[in-house]
Nanobody
Framework: QVQLVESGGGLVQAGGSLRLSCAAS????????MGWYRQAPGKQRELVAL???????NYADSVKDRFTISRDNTKNTLYLQMNSLKPEDTASYYC??????????????WGQGTLVTVSS
């Protein structure tokens, strides 16, 4: 079973930058699409960015041109570079992965989340 562990969250001033990482561990046949989601207090979880195994990306309009999603398939690690951060980016950020198990089952896995706080 694959587990996802996020890191890199913290407190930053508006206009600053942070880089989140998500390390995948465990055994699977493949780790396919991966993504970052976020959830602010009192709000629903929302998509931030997606990346396919081959590197195709998709972003929420609110983060386009500020955030960059990337992955290193050799290290089974997902990244989110966040620049020009705004107070409205404050949220818990969750890593997500769609995996194919050794028995060819498709599973969706979530990390435990990392908190990003942007002060004004």
């Amino acid at each position: 079973q694959v587990q996802l562990v996020e890191s890199g969250g913290g407190l930053v001033q508006a206009g600053g930058s942070l880089r989140l990482s998500c390390a995948a561990s465990g055994v699977a046949r493949s780790i396919n699409d991966m993504g970052w989601y976020r959830q602010a207090p009192g709000k629903q979880r929302e998509l931030v960015a997606l990346i396919t195994y081959g590197g195709n990306t998709n972003y929420a309009d609110s983060v386009k041109d500020r955030f960059t999603i990337s992955r290193d398939n050799t290290k089974n690690t997902l990244y989110l570079q966040m620049n020009s951060l705004k107070p409205e980016d404050t949220a818990s950020y969750y890593c997500n992965a769609h995996i194919t198990t050794l028995r060819y089952r498709d599973l969706e896995v979530w990390g435990q989340g990392t908190l990003v706080t942007v002060s004004s």
